[in-house]
């Protein structure tokens, strides 16, 4: 911290004024009760996604202020902007950004905004274990934050693999922070995916069976098994791990007979399967745009959904493509590469459904649906450069390249945020009650998509010409200098498209044309049969399902009144109750985690011992829920002008 | 929970519907306490050699996924469909599959060394 240089002494000072900034605005419109009422204590899911989707939005931004510090250092050769450690710094966090504390809030976003709504219940499940999970990665993202100023970040890369990442290649507090933060908000992450799978399969409305869900829910349903099964492996490999650090035993290390090559295939193991978790509820999202803005119900439901499923399992069998340079015989690299081509089929299968329900449809390009269509040839493209990479014999010639950087971009990107970001224009109105400028939100399309190839399409030649990833600067007679500088300016165009996001979210909230009818898009599904934004307790009367895409049939058939509440047949409502337990527990972990990174155990322990004193407490809890009167329902009714 | 309609597999919150004395916890508390002390005690005193060690912990390891099952888990009650009977068994299917291929591809340490 004190001896860092300008660039992190300019952080500093800028962190403490938002900090400050932050502190002096609430307290100047006396806001800090209304914050922890509203938010901080929130239970309800609505609120714990809009959270969620703030915080993804900030690391988006962290995240790629870190990219382009990196296109900047790699714009022509011999440049020397940034050191070679700091280099290692920035693409470590722009990785374990991107994935951990971006793409995955972003999707739980969406998971918490759109579920419940989706399938007529008023809550999650497990309500209060939501909000735990959420301040589980709130709270570790910020850990994962303080490295920058505090201490060093983490510098071996997002994957993080040992003998590198051992205490004796390695004795900075970066890498604990990584171990840690990472470690705390993946504990959120199985909490949720547990959450929503109970949800999905004991909180539909009555009539919904499970063949008349909507396609996002049905993802959802597919990214959860996926996360329960996979987030286990990564907590294994990244606790060993921190146990070689700070206890000093002999996991990864040669030493004593452990194995570092173990890291990597557990590592694997969690890491394949999370492209495929970021990337499910993409798949949803799109099928619920696609079939809204073509007024069509989707082309081949089950097969759509056959695909989600089989998507998920046959992720378990692909990890091994990640080192099929590592030596293993030709048979394991066999199977790995044929599992790995497999996952193709039911992709393509989904590509063409979508295509499918748009032919003959009268399809209304909306944002969400120039999204949608960008990222049809987008993914097109990184899927057949997948494919090439699962040609073992091939791989030894991409492995490590900027060719593989090229292709997993193209599918992160074109695939999950591109698929993110359609979702939030599709449900924004429904979180706030009004929609996003049209105009502006073309131009943030159009900038991030030219970008993105402007970007990334010379990245897959610099491959082939054998540059290699993570290096940090490059003589200037290999011939790469001038696509390095196409490149990064393909990487400014698209954060240029960020800002024009920026922008139409500032100017949207003061001009965006207001959703009085709550069903802006003309939609399909239950959440456009209730008002912008929904109240608290979502349904007052909960809906009886008998068919797919219900609130369309209703409209079709002009019995949209069904779904209106009856005075007379109101009932109070049972509601989970706030609680401050899930902030302070989050901030418990925090500490754990900042203890055990600079191997202070005693505050590590304590902190530990507090999470388990706040267990034991809700443990002890016997009235969690109250009833929210019928007046209430009565009046929050009216005022939506639904009585 | 008012609104509640038809079978229980609408239920508007997960409640649990059949009262579980503490005592079944307490029990399985101690029996799963007992199964770790044992695995503990024989990984760390080397009382046997590798492969029937191995043996001895698998089999140990089986008991305590049973004991967590029945004592915590109550499997074997239900209402509405068995979810989580598919669940248990996809969740074996990718545990021995990671487990299984792991060892297949890890076989290549065995030849270099």
Known sequence: MWNEGPMIWTSDVLILLTSVGIIGVLTHFKKWKWLWDEWLTTVDHKKIGIMYLIAALLMMFRGGVDALLMRTQLAVPNNHLLTAEHYDQIFTTHGTIMILFMAMPFIFAMFNIVVPLQIGARDVAFPYLNAISFWLFFFAALLFNLSFVFGGSPDAGWVSYPPLTELGFDKGPGENFYLLAVQITGIGSIGTGINFLATIFKMRAPGMKLMKMPLFTWSVVAASIVIIAAFPALAIALALLLLDRVFGTHFFTMLHGGDPMMFVNLFWIWGHPEVYIVILPAFGIFSEVVATFSKKRIFGYSSMVASLLLISVISYFVWAHHFFTMGAGANVNTFFAVASMMVAIPTGVKVFNWLFTMYRGRVTMSLPMWWTASFVLNFLMGGATGVMLAVAPADYQYHNSYFLIAHFHQTLIGGTVYGLLAGMYYWWPKMFGFKLDKKLGMWAMVLFNIGFYVCFMPQYALGFMGMQRRMYTYPAGMGWGTLNFISTIGAYLMGLGFLFIVIEVIYSIKYGERDLTGDPWNGRTLEWSLPSPAPHYNFAVIPTVTERDYWWELKENNRTHELRPKAETLKSIEMPKNSARPFLMGVAFFFAGFGFVFHWLILGFAALAIVAAIMIHRALEVHDEYAVPVDEILETEAATGRL | ?113
């Not at chain 2, 004592?71 to 068994?89: Q, R």
């Open chain 2, 1 to 113: 929970m008012s609104a509640q309609t038809g079978t229980s597999v609408q239920q508007q919150t997960v409640t649990p519907r059949h009262k579980h004395k503490s005592g079944k916890y307490i029990v399985g508390y101690l029996l799963s306490l007992v199964l770790t002390g044992i695995s503990f005690s024989l990984a760390l005193t080397h009382s046997m050699s590798f492969q029937p060690l191995i043996v001895v912990l698998v089999i140990l390891a089986a008991f305590q996924i049973v004991v967590q099952l029945f004592f915590f888990m109550h499997v074997t009650e239900s209402d509405g469909p068995a979810y989580h009977a598919m669940g248990l068994v996809l969740g074996l299917f990718f545990t021995f599959a990671i487990a299984f291929m792991s060892v297949w591809i890890m076989g290549f340490n065995s030849i270099v060394s």
